[in-house]
């Protein structure tokens, strides 16, 4: 058990919004815990970033992930 809470995405959230060209967001959650899981359950290999890469696009497209929003950036107002 220890093994498998080891186990992660080939692609973290950086290398996901760098692959999309997108900031931060909701979108890379559900490309991050499909990659994860197809780890875990050794359809793809904990180092194949490149495969990786190929099934986030396909993700991508099959879930629709490119209309769904990025986070609002922080921005700090001043009151003057």
């Known amino acids: 058990q220890e093994d498998i809470a ?5 692609l973290d959230g950086i290398a996901l919004m760098e692959l999309f060209d997108r900031g931060p967001g909701a979108w890379i959650r559900p490309i991050k ?4 899981e197809m780890v875990i ?6 180092d194949d970033k490149a ?7 396909r993700l991508y497209e099959q879930l629709e992930l490119a209309d769904a929003p990025e986070r ?3 921005r700090t ?3 003057e």
């Not at 495969?51 to 696009?57: D, K, L, S, T, V």
Request: proline share 4%; glycine share 14%; no cysteine.
């Open 6 to 10: 080891r186990l992660t995405s080939p």
């Open 33 to 36: 815990d499909q990659l994860t």
């Open 41 to 46: 359950d050794g359809e793809l290999g904990a």
């Open 51 to 57: 495969g990786a890469g190929e099934i986030a696009r």
């Open 72 to 74: 609002a950036s922080r």
């Open 77 to 79: 107002t001043s009151r």
